[in-house]
């Protein structure tokens, strides 16, 4: 794969988790000054009636709990009355992905089994539910930012990886979904796509049979979250090529391994399998229809350059950290060539829908999946700026990370940007560039309207309800306990694999598969 992992010191450690715990302080900064989770509308309210489904009704009918769901989601959200579109066995239409239900559902476990025991009546809509949902999106994405920098210091220094993630915290859609929206997928989408990255790298290009089942069985779990993650496969598909090009693998051993990643694959993407076929009649779709992918990147101006959401208007950090890609590329081209045509098959697929701005939400977000993607690409961006001048990295920084937090504050009331980019069939590659002065302007202008900077804390979060509210004391407590938790698990889990690598890559690959097959037996039983 191209360079030996160094064995950490103890120093070593000490100075990764003295960056680490400063990460999780602004993250909790963040937290106690933007968190939200009353609202619950759009995406966030299917996810949240699927868990409720799966809990409650074990059928993922979906017409009741949907129903339910518009006490906590918006009117415009209710006003198309999604609970009387049936599509198949009076089953309600969904177009989302089960896998951020799934990552919920334990917690609803708990929540309802507390509420009987009590004997108080729940409906799965109450403050609990929703908080837990919120906080355990929130923690996983959090733990997505530990990923992204603990990779980064393999090639990059320890500081330059520190002021990387730093920067990525505010840089990307993901400030707005891990704190405004925690109920979308994206923090959850993040995470399972940046264990993907950590573990294809730990592989170190290795073509082994359980290395690629248990590479494969990821990257669907990883497609249970978004299905566009399927592109990962590029990273198995590169480290069986080339170890067939350099006749380090004969063709069977190649066939072999290629089979068991196409297996561990479909293994893990099977619940949604089971699920479409159960809702639609079809074991695979495209859920939002076919007319919403047209598998050319005839929007790849719009989406990289519109003021309207585009790339370089709300994201501008994909740039630098795609130069940074190259530059480590030229060094390691096996650790990070793969990773580029991952990116570069994300944003074709981004590129390949007339809903490449992602409906309502906010910037480029589903971009933001590749978040471990980016901050090593930034990481080693920074080294390189660093070594012609040790000002301008932290002038682009601080430059990233105004232009962003002015968007978060203002950007979705569209007083930034120009029209929305036209998308009929005749001005499809037109990109307004007349736009471009308005929107550099007006980003110019809203600047100062950030100090001072409590007037970027949310009316729902720690800070501002801390004094009237017991539920911000309670939410406190339970991100401390999640977080508790996480670490734990993480410290279990790498001392396992440090001790018994390739025993505890047969064990968990056989349990997971076995859990998934039970799984689907269960949903084809009782939904």
Known sequence: MGGAIIRETSDMRRKKVIYLSALLC?????????????????????????????????????????????????????????????????????????????????????????????????????????????????????????????????????????????TALFATPLLYYLYHEPGYSHAISALVAGVVVLVWLLSKGSVSLISGFALGLLIGIAALVRWQHAVYLLLPAYSGFRALSKTEVDLQTFGGYGLLVALGFFVGLSPQLVIWQ?????????????????????????????????????????????????????????????????????????????????????????????????????????????????LLPHVLNSTIVAHQLVLFRFGLAEALGGRAIAKIADTYLVVEATAWPEFVRTLLNHLPRLFPPTTLISPDAFIATATHDLRAWASLALLAVFIGLGVLLVQLVRRLFQQHSRRFLVVMASGVSVFILILNIWLITYA
């Open 278 to 390: 159960l809702s639609t009649g079809s074991w695979f779709t495209v859920p939002q229809g076919d007319s919403f992918m047209v598998w050319l990147p005839l929007y790849l101006p719009q989406f990289l350059f519109s003021t309207y959401r585009g790339v370089l208007a709300w994201m501008p950090l994909l740039f630098p950290a795609l130069f940074g890609l190259i530059i480590s590329a030229r060094r390691h081209p096996n650790r990070y060539l793969p990773l580029i045509l991952v990116l570069a098959a994300q944003i074709y697929v981004n590129a390949s829908t007339p809903d490449w701005m992602g409906c309502g939400g906010y910037g480029p977000r589903r971009l933001s999946s590749e978040l471990v993607i980016l901050i090593l690409g930034y990481s080693a961006f920074l080294g390189w700026l660093s070594k012609h001048s040790s």
């Open 26 to 166: 602004v993250g909790v900064l963040q937290w106690a000054s933007f968190f939200q989770s009353e609202v619950f509308t759009w995406d966030a309210a299917f996810y949240l009636a699927a868990a409720r489904s799966l809990v409650f009704d074990h059928d993922l009918r979906l017409s009741n709990d949907l129903a339910l769901s518009y006490r906590t989601a918006s009117p415009d959200f209710e006003a198309k009355e999604y609970h009387n579109q049936f599509i198949h066995q009076d089953r309600v239409y969904n177009p989302f992905a089960i896998g951020t239900s799934f990552a919920w559902v334990p917690w609803f476990r708990m929540v309802k089994l507390g509420y009987d025991i009590v004997g108080l009546q729940t409906d799965g809509f109450e403050w609990p539910y929703r908080i837990g949902a919120a906080t355990i999106s929130l923690v996983l994405g959090w733990a997505t930012f530990a990923i992204g920098f603990s990779i980064a210091t393999r090639d990059t220094a320890k500081s330059w990886s520190f002021w990387a993630t730093l």
